[in-house]
């Protein structure tokens, strides 16, 4: 009997532990994929001219591989819409969380959620029809299809992501830090401002970073209203193309093996280790405020 | 001796459930008050009621008046700010802020205006001082304030306190989480401070208001059962709830 129970242990705490390393197993196994189907570009290419050539022209003659265009369309994109999206995502979160009036607060709640609810082909096809004549109409441009338009449409689908990790990061912190303040005489902007947030600082970082995550990683939006175009944007009133549309849009029309195939799964493999980067950048920097 | 508080006809409502039940008594200045009772008597509702932190509860509502100087302090043009600066309070689990020991000591400070770091410093020291933690910490006032240990926490807690040069100190059952040896520490820091400020102490420990307190009220389902000299209440209790919850029969 005792022996059974041991065993029961033993076998529960393997397959705990295969849970808990099978999601590092399987993000190695990408990467050696990525890696592996990348590496044939680079019989014909080289690293060079794919790291630093300015012309994406996959299926002219002779084709060429530089990323360039894609590199600088994606963080054009990508920052602009962490610019716009962190300052409201936090002020909204400070807001449900410590000022808004708590049925109010459960509506705003709700609202939020459904945002995140929303396909993001729904929130690009809201964007064609929409935004991008509005953007074209405002700013006098040739089109609406520009980097801009897909930078606001990436802020917004970044909020409800940094709202509700921000705000569980907020709500987190000690009711006895807020008493605490309030007897010393603190108002409430103090309370939130000088004792709040440096409290959840570290949630709050998670809820930037997770946010920008969502915006580097997304797709469907951004091949559906930026335009496109391979070239480097001079401003964000440009069309702009981004890596992951590019992966997306190209795919389907390679052969397979070809320079483009390998060409497009190393955009994949310079995408993986930019998000791998950021997070690990993301890690230290929170470790680093926590020890202090 | 004078009155530092005097408390006219309390009662306080959290919704319809009533906390107090119009409680008159007053706070001697530069003396140590203990309020005893057992859990739920309204000894701490009572505390909060004195530098409003009770208002933060939703659905509350105060009756009767509380005169701290012979102000008011909820009639209408009283500034609740400046009253919690003037009223002092230290809680039952020691919270400093997830900051340093300086920045702790000087948030008070700080929010009421004070930047010159000279004197931030001189105030964060002489508070430090007068809670009996500056030997301990004076060379790490650097460090996070999460590192102390409990007692000194609480004494951290407490100059955090003094900083703002409050008129009268709050306690909330100040040593229930902390060892014998911590919470005698405490009771010491509370008896030397007593000469500057009056000191309103709740506790679950008769011995400890017996130790410390001059004054002290017994509290029962939200009423002020008695309130008398510490000696006299403890050995010659007039009314026979209290005596009873002396001997044990309570809580």
Known sequence: MRNLRALEGWIYERLVALSGIASVVVMVLIFLFLFRESVPLFRDVSLRHFLFGRDWLPISEPPSFGIVPLVAGTFAVTVSAAVAAVPIGVGAAVYLAEIAPRRLREGLKLAVELLAALPSVVIGFLGIRLLVPWVKAVFGLPTGFTALTGAALLALMALPTIISVAEDALGAVPGTYRQASYALGATRWETITRVVIPAARSGLLAAVLLGFGRVIGETMVVLMVTGNAPIVPRSLFDPARLMTATIAAEMGETVRPSEHYHALFAVGAVLFAVTFLVNLAADRVARGREAR | MADKIRVRGLSVYYGELQALRRVTTSIADRAV???????????????????????????????????????????????????????????????????????????????????????????????????????????????????????????????????????????????????????????????????????????????????????????????????????????????????????????
Not at chain 2, 45 to 53: D, E, G
Not at chain 2, 110 to 128: C, D, F, K, T, Y
Not at chain 2, 177 to 203: F, H, M, N, Q
Request: charged content about 25%.
């Open chain 2, 33 to 251: 008050t203990a309020l005893i009772g057992p859990s739920g008597c309204g000894k701490t509702t009572f505390l909060r009621s004195l530098n409003r932190l009770i208002d933060l509860i939703p659905n509350t509502r105060v009756e009767g008046q509380i005169f701290l100087d012979d102000v008011d302090v909820y009639s209408p043009g009283v500034d609740v700010v400046d009253l919690r600066r003037r009223v002092g309070m230290v809680f039952q689990t020691p919270n400093p802020f997830p900051k340093s020991i300086f920045d702790n000591v000087a948030y008070g400070p700080r929010i009421h205006g004070l930047s010159n770091q000279r004197r931030l410093e001189e105030v964060v020291e002489q508070s430090l001082r007068r809670a009996a933690l500056w030997d301990e910490v004076k060379d790490k006032l650097r460090h996070s304030a999460l590192d102390l240990s409990g007692g000194q926490q609480q004494r951290l807690v407490i100059a955090r306190a003094l900083a703002v040069e409050p008129d009268v100190l709050l306690m909330d059952e100040p040593t229930s989480a902390l060892d014998p040896i911590s919470a005698g520490r405490i009771e010491e820091l509370i008896t030397e401070l007593k000469a500057e400020y009056p000191i309103v102490i709740v506790t679950h420990n008769m011995q400890q208001a017996a130790r410390i307190a001059d004054w002290t009220g017994f509290f029962l389902h939200g009423e002020l059962v008695e309130f008398a000299e510490t000696e006299r209440l403890f050995t010659a209790p007039k009314e026979p709830r209290t005596e009873a919850y002396l001997t044990g029969r309570y809580g």
